[in-house]
């Protein structure tokens, strides 16, 4: 049987996990977590319990999104997308990383104060997107190049930072399509009009122990 990801349609870790899981057509069984009520069999496993994760017949536990991206690609069978999305040279790597790293401790911290403005008063939400926007900035620039952030290709760069960047947009999606940023918003079009994407929102009911099997990614 296939591996068990437990996730949350909306999270943007969860959306980076299953865009690769979907793109190198790796197969899991998935469980949609409500992050409220948190099913007891994800629980049990002890440690953290956020999602996504990703747990397989033999028991091996992979506990965080990219954890789950590395495994999905040691999983595939399609060499030249790996190549493509993992660069073999160490330097691209490193950038690679870096982007990510940026994003999940610098950018994140920004995202939720703009998303969440009212559980943050000491500043305005003006204030928490401009802190954003220094991101937003960073990568339209690199986009105004290329059409990804590593070149021409798609990397796990890209798919690492679409989630959070369409949840910034999406806090004020008038003042996103207004903005400056329209190589940022061309690069995020794309990725929310793939076929992936609409693999990877489609929609499932909380999992129930006992409840059929859902194959995740399967056909739209
Ligand atoms: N570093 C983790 C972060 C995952 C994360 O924070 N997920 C959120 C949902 S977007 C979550 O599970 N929140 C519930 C909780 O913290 O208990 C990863 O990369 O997987």
């Given at each position: ?6 996730s949350f ?5 969860a959306?980076r ?5 979907t ?5 899991t ?8 009520a948190?099913?007891?069999?994800l ?21 965080e ?10 999983q ?12 073999v040279s160490?330097k691209?790597q490193n950038?690679l990383?870096a982007w ?9 911290h ?15 939400e003006?204030?928490?997107?401009l802190r954003g926007?220094v991101f937003?900035?960073r990568l339209d620039q690199?986009l105004?190049?290329?059409?990804y ?15 959070f960047v ?6 004020d999606?008038?003042w996103?399509?207004e ?9 995020l079009a794309r ?6 994407f ?7 009911p909380?999992w129930?122990?006992?409840q ?9």
């Amino acid at each position: 049987m296939y591996p068990i990801l437990y996730s949350f349609r909306r999270c943007p870790y969860a959306i980076r996990a299953r865009y690769c899981l979907t793109i190198l057509e790796v197969k899991t069984q998935l469980r949609e977590v409500v992050l409220k009520a948190k099913p007891n069999a994800l629980l049990a496993l002890g440690g953290p319990s956020t999602v996504p994760q990703l747990v397989t017949q033999k028991g091996e536990r992979y506990p965080e999104s990219l954890d789950i991206v590395f495994w999905a690609l040691a999983q595939s069978h399609n060499q030249a997308l790996v190549a493509s999305l993992w660069p073999v040279s160490k330097k691209r790597q490193n950038k690679l990383l870096a982007w990510i790293n940026y994003n999940d401790h610098i950018f994140k911290h920004w995202l939720d104060r703009y998303k969440y403005a009212d559980r943050y008063p000491e500043r305005s939400e003006q204030y928490y997107r401009l802190r954003g926007e220094v991101f937003l900035a960073r990568l339209d620039q690199r986009l105004n190049r290329q059409a990804y952030l590593m070149g021409d290709s798609m990397t796990l760069a890209d798919i690492c930072l679409f989630p959070f960047v369409r949840q910034f947009a999406a806090v004020d999606a008038r003042w996103f399509s207004e903005s400056q940023y329209e190589n940022v918003q061309a690069w995020l079009a794309r990725f929310l009009a793939s076929d992936a994407f609409s693999i990877v929102m489609q929609k499932f009911p909380a999992w129930q122990e006992g409840q059929a099997v859902v194959c995740f990614p399967n056909e739209n």
